[in-house]
């Protein structure tokens, strides 16, 4: 049997780096996905590895089972009901791992999710023998979360062929996770991302497993509605960037400027907080809209600011601030900055193809459709194919 889990990628609307430290964020997820298959060797075929193919790159790596088996001891005997972080020990064994295969100098980013897909695999489903195949529509280190799309999507398929998740594996389709079920694979997620990030808000994973809108608060989530569809423009600087290292940059100038980044954040808060009720308002004319608009694009610019303020802006988003401003555009960095992706928003006033078409070689358009009967461009949550 296989299992196939999707997971949608995200857009930070607002919050991001602040929310690491205790303050509101909004986000949504986008109608690109990470795809992780999954398949156990029947006993005719005497499988004794745990493959891991990463098509889009045309990488393939693998452990015997019994080499991981004496690596991480505790791994296997955790329950995987019970999501367990890594520990000390456990992070030192797993390098030596990806350490044995050889990763291209060029790829050696991918060790840390390499590291995320043994610790995920190991204990969820214990020493056994599989091949996990995983596929992205998401550009790596863009902003767009594909790091928490693939601990999502992995921790999803691993659960699926547990007995911790209640699904019907009798049918052929898509299958959505019960509420109970969503909470298990983002807790799972979440012990990958630490793996990845070192510290992560945990936002990025949220949006990803329960879809749609959220209002993120220290764990704590708030699913938004709204009858009202805002359009951006994500465009893609093409310029890498770390995000643990953006992190923990921030992090260190909080500690040199306690005061000073206190009152950045705060202003971040109010700032997500007041987005999040614009969104949710009603909108009953075209003027309503308007006005909403208006509020909107004001409010990604002074968290703009502050973003500068953190130190996580860069020349090239910078360029692209400057250039949609000639167009009297809002625009702000999405996700960790340093590069990666730029938001801005298509209020109704503007003809979209034009602008579509001058950020041709750049950019991708997406509706970001908050309204129930408007997804199609983003997932209600991550999703299981049996």
Not at 189 to 197: C, D, L, T
Not at 365 to 378: D, G, K, V
Request: some cysteine.
């Amino acid at each position: 049997m296989e299992v196939k889990a999707r997971a949608p990628g995200k857009i930070i609307l607002a919050g991001e780096h602040a929310v690491v430290h205790g303050t509101t964020a909004v986000a949504a997820s986008i109608d690109l996905c990470t795809y992780v298959s999954i398949r156990f060797p029947i006993p005719s075929d005497n499988g004794d590895l745990v493959k891991l193919q990463l098509k889009d790159m045309e990488l393939e790596f693998s452990w015997p089972v019994a080499r991981i088996k004496e690596a991480l001891p505790e791994a296997g005997s955790s329950l995987s009901a019970t999501p367990t972080s890594c520990s000390i020990e456990s992070t030192k064994s797993i390098a030596a791992l990806v350490e044995e295969q050889n990763i291209p100098e060029a790829k050696i980013g991918l060790a840390s999710g390499i590291s995320a897909f043994l610790w995920l695999y190991s204990c969820i489903q214990g020493f056994k023998p599989a091949t996990v195949v995983v596929t992205s529509e998401l550009p790596l280190g863009s902003g767009l979360g594909s790091s928490a799309a693939f601990s999502v999507a992995l921790s999803a398929a691993l659960l699926g062929f547990s007995d911790s998740v209640s699904l019907d594996m009798g049918q052929q389709e898509w299958s959505l996770f019960g509420e109970s079920d969503l909470e298990l694979v983002n807790k799972w997620a979440f012990e990958g991302e630490k793996i990845i990030h070192g510290k992560p808000s945990g936002i990025d994973n949220t949006v990803s497993t329960y879809g749609n809108m959220i209002k993120f608060r220290s764990g704590s989530l708030t699913r938004l509605k709204s009858n009202m569809p805002l359009r951006m423009l994500i465009t893609n600087t093409k310029v890498g960037r770390n995000t643990k290292a953006l992190v923990a940059g921030v992090s260190e100038r909080t500690l040199r400027h306690p005061d000073a980044m206190s009152f950045v954040f705060n202003a971040v808060d109010s700032i997500s907080n007041e987005l999040s009720a614009i969104i949710q308002s009603p909108a009953p004319d075209d003027l309503s809209i308007t006005e909403k608009e208006e509020k909107i694009e004001e409010l990604m610019e002074m968290n703009q600011g502050l973003l500068q303020c953190m130190g996580v802006s860069h020349a090239s988003i910078e360029t692209i601030l400057r250039t949609t401003l000639k167009y009297k555009l809002a625009s702000k960095l999405t996700g960790a900055g340093g590069g990666g992706c730029v938001l801005t928003l298509l209020p109704t006033r503007i003809h979209f193809l034009m602008l579509f078409i001058y950020y041709t070689s750049q950019a991708f358009l997406f509706p970001i459709c908050f309204f129930y009967s408007l997804i199609s461009l983003h997932y209600d949550d991550c999703q299981l194919l049996v």
